[in-house]
């Protein structure tokens, strides 16, 4: 039996639930020939056919203009926290709070203009400062994580685009199916910010 016969096999035998599953959270990373398989089984067990539209959907693959197209429309969306600002960026930096012998690192990741976005970071930088050497094992690692943070300013383009990119990259079954449209471009950086912000110190 080759591989495909088997993974044919395997998918008649999922019940209904294990094929909604697999077209929902997984068939970005599906590899091509299996994605004909997992439609069969779709149709033939009439399960609800927009699945296959959202398949293919999570499954687009953008051309570098297409690409560049969504990532000036995300750039251009207003600021979520402070609504004006226009220029969006994606910030990606780690706080560091040591108490004691407890050390720990708290990396965020949001998409925001860059007033609000560096506001953001010199909190950070500042809340590292302050805690971040208490421990004896930040402190030892304390002149690493300086020497991050200059690189991450050195690199501030670099990764603010890798950001954006990725935020598309990642959304875009909801994306293509909503046609590119600010509402659904909006609705997605707030909730990418939310997750990444949910325990930012204020
Ligand atoms: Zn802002």
């Not at 203009?113 to 030892?140: E, M, Y």
């Not at 990119?165 to 909006?186: H, P, W």
Request: hydrophobic share 35%; charged share 30%.
């Amino acid at each position: 039996m080759t591989d495909l016969e088997k993974i044919k096999d395997d998918y008649r035998s999922f019940d209904n639930e294990q094929i909604k599953k697999i077209a929902k959270y997984e068939s970005r990373g599906l590899k091509q020939n299996v994605v004909p398989i997992l439609i069969e089984e779709i149709v033939k067990r009439k399960i609800n056919p927009s699945l296959i539209e959202w398949i293919h959907a999570e499954r687009r693959v953008l051309s570098k203009v297409e690409l560049e197209v969504l990532k000036s429309k995300v750039k251009k969306l207003a600021c979520i926290l402070c609504k004006k600002s226009r220029d969006l960026r994606g910030y990606h930096f780690e706080t560091k709070t040591g108490i004691m012998v407890n050390s720990y690192t708290t990396e965020y990741r949001f998409i925001v203009c860059k007033g609000c976005g560096d506001q953001k970071r010199n909190k950070s930088t500042v809340h590292s400062l302050a805690l971040g050497w208490i421990s004896p094992v930040s402190f030892i690692s304390y002149p690493f994580l300086l020497a991050k943070k200059v690189n991450i300013y050195l690199k501030e383009e670099i990764i603010s685009d890798r950001i954006i990119e990725n935020f598309i990259k990642g959304n875009i079954g909801k994306i293509t199916l909503a046609n590119e449209s600010t509402e659904i471009l909006k609705k997605l950086v707030k909730d990418y910010n939310s997750l990444h912000m949910s325990s930012m110190t204020n």
